[in-house]
């Protein structure tokens, strides 16, 4: 039961960061800032950007389809796959937002953000750190 709610939760996180994608790549400009040290910015094109970006997520959310009920037997183990896959859907959501918001023109703080894309790296570490122990607690196999 909370495999199949966790396939809808990804299903709409892989919606989401697909749609978030598609708005931020239509806002950027022909030349994206990536990366600034001091006063050096480095810059990288707004194709390149995105068409890593899409090859990135469709990799990543291809992993749950890899690992099948043939392939990969036990349901605990596809249910904490598909929750560290929602975890990166997130991660993207904010990482694509924030480049979007930093190649905007408006006036931004960015040191107000800083907790949420760390939060999300979080989420993600807490997750991928959640099946050795439950597989510990549980005695369970793979």
């Known amino acids: 039961m909370i495999l199949k709610i966790f396939k809808a939760v990804w299903f709409l996180s892989m919606l989401a960061a697909l749609a978030n994608l598609l708005y931020v790549y239509a806002g950027l400009p022909e030349e994206v800032a990536?990366?600034?040290?001091?006063?050096?910015?480095?810059?990288?094109?707004?194709?390149?950007?995105?068409?890593?970006?899409?090859?990135?997520?469709?990799?990543?959310?291809?992993?749950?389809?890899?690992?099948?009920?043939?392939?990969?037997?036990?349901?605990?183990?596809?249910t904490w796959l598909h929750g560290l896959v929602i975890?990166?859907?997130?991660?993207?959501?904010?990482?694509?937002?924030?480049?979007?918001?930093?190649?905007?023109?408006?006036?931004?703080?960015?040191?107000r953000i800083g907790w949420v894309i760390y939060s999300s790296v979080g989420l993600i570490l807490v997750w991928m750190a959640g099946w050795p122990i439950v597989r510990l607690l549980r005695r369970d196999t793979i």
């Open 87 to 111: 975890t990166f859907n997130i991660f993207f959501v904010i990482g694509f937002s924030f480049v979007g918001l930093y190649n905007s023109s408006e006036k931004f703080d960015f040191s």
């Open 34 to 78: 990536v990366y600034e040290d001091g006063q050096d910015v480095y810059y990288a094109a707004r194709e390149g950007l995105f068409y890593a970006a899409m090859m990135t997520l469709a990799v990543l959310n291809v992993l749950v389809y890899l690992f099948s009920k043939k392939l990969t037997p036990s349901e605990n183990f596809r």
